[in-house]
């Protein structure tokens, strides 16, 4: 199966720190991948990267094919790859509602809108309830399904998340993760940033290992949950 997202020896740099290097990873169709490291690894970086948020300073980026390397967000977004960023990011003035069309924002298939909005809805419950209310006005969990569920409105093929459990209450890791594993099993792909690895590598088919800017393994996530390194490093044992 030919990947969905190809990243080939992909390098940005900041000033004179180059934060990512020569970076190359693969996620295929309806695949779950996680990019595990330490914080100032790399990880955040990559993703704005491939997602237009930053220009690369060397390799390329390839979407279905075709290059999206020197694209600008707003376009890389109407391919269907869509960002769902740390810290959540939503309009905290806006209502719950009104955050979800924002997702839907290049779209003008009223009819298919409105139909999503409704099955964003039945995955989120939580947030019919609260349609009315202002964004800033959630708990942490809710914000992030409140972003998973914006993200969904603009019929992502493949959505890279990063950190979606920061912050939160474990019973709410645990909702929202499940919220993840619905969308992916829907067929679309995720590519995850997760500081927790047991959790990512265990959410995950396969991973990669980032280390300052460089991958230095990658595999089955079962055979990197293994790997007396990685566990050493990242599970703390």
Do not use: W
């Amino acid at each position: 199966m030919s990947a969905l997202l190809a990243i080939n020896r992909l390098s940005v740099a900041y000033g004179g720190i180059h934060a990512v290097r020569e970076l190359s990873l693969e996620v295929a169709p309806g695949e779950m991948v996680c990019l595990i490291g330490a914080n100032g690894a790399g990880k955040t970086t990559t993703l704005k990267a491939v997602s237009g948020l930053l220009a690369p300073h060397g390799g390329s980026v390839h979407f279905d094919g075709q290059s999206i390397t020197r694209l600008p967000a707003h376009e890389v977004a109407r391919r269907g790859l869509t960002l769902v960023p740390e810290g959540r990011g939503v309009f905290p003035r806006m209502s719950v509602a009104e955050n979800l069309m924002m997702g839907a924002y290049a779209r003008r298939d009223r009819a298919e809108i409105a139909r999503d909005l409704d099955q964003v809805y039945a995955l989120l419950p939580r947030l019919t309830e609260r349609r009315a209310q202002l964004a800033g006005l959630l708990s942490g969990g809710e914000q992030q399904m409140l972003a998973l569920g914006r993200a969904m409105m603009a019929r992502p093929r493949l959505l890279l998340l990063d950190e979606p459990s920061m912050g939160l209450a474990p019973l709410m890791v645990q909702a929202v993760f499940d919220i993840i594993r619905r969308i992916a099993a829907g067929g679309v792909a995720v590519l995850l940033i997760e500081q927790n690895a047991h959790l990512a590598l265990k959410t995950c088919a396969r991973g990669y290992v980032l280390e300052n800017g460089t991958v230095t393994l990658s595999g089955p996530a079962a055979e990197l949950s293994a790997n007396p390194a990685v566990r050493q490093a990242y599970l703390g044992d």
